[in-house]
């Protein structure tokens, strides 16, 4: 494919990948069950402090999450919402594109700047209320889908290193499908 793809001729025959109705996001865990080793107290800290979150909001580079599925053209396949574009219309206009949504829908939310000017804020903060850094961040993922796995370690990667190890710590931690 890649062979294909550099080839202008070639790639015009190439029909890309169609998005779909589904979405995909990361949630912040507020009641960590997770195993004790990865200091449930000191996330708690961490995750209720907003500077924390924004940090890595901001630094989470969504396209290279994306290109875990499609390599050529993750572009085609970013959302910004939970609600898919053109999943549903209100007066003829797409809802992601309605009052204040249309803002956050048209908005690249992958900002280093702003992420460590977050992470500057929220070190501030947490030292104040005794949190330790690292702080160490349990991320789960399924191992039933070859996708996942590449997502989880590109995830890692990136966040760690826009981020640095000095504040976080992540450890991925493959569940098995459950089909």
């Excluded at 070639?10 to 865990?29: C, H, M, T, V």
């Excluded at 396209?63 to 910004?80: K, Q, V």
């Excluded at 996708?147 to 931690?173: F, H, K, M, P």
Aim: glycine share 6%; aromatic share 14%.
């Amino acid at each position: 494919l890649d062979e294909w793809m550099n080839d202008p001729e070639k790639a015009k025959l190439i029909r890309p990948q169609r998005g779909s109705s589904y979405s995909y996001f990361y949630l912040f865990n507020f009641w960590p069950n997770f195993p004790e080793k990865y200091d449930r107290e000191n996330w708690m800290i961490a995750v209720n402090n907003l500077a924390f979150r924004k940090s890595i909001y901001y630094a989470l580079d969504r396209i290279a999450g994306i290109s875990c599925y499609d390599p050529y053209t993750p572009e085609n396949f970013l959302m910004r919402t939970i609600t898919p574009t053109q999943f549903v219309a209100a007066g003829g206009k797409d809802f992601t594109q309605l009052g204040n949504l249309a803002a956050i829908s048209n908005t690249d939310q992958h900002d280093l700047a702003k992420a460590l000017e977050y992470k500057a804020q929220a070190i501030e903060e947490l030292t104040a209320k005794g949190c330790k850094f690292p702080v160490q961040i349990y991320m789960p993922y399924n191992t039933g889908s070859s996708s996942q796995i590449q997502l989880a370690q590109v995830t890692e990667q990136q966040l760690e290193r826009d981020l640095g190890t000095d504040y976080i710590e992540i450890t991925i931690e493959g569940y098995p499908d459950r089909k």
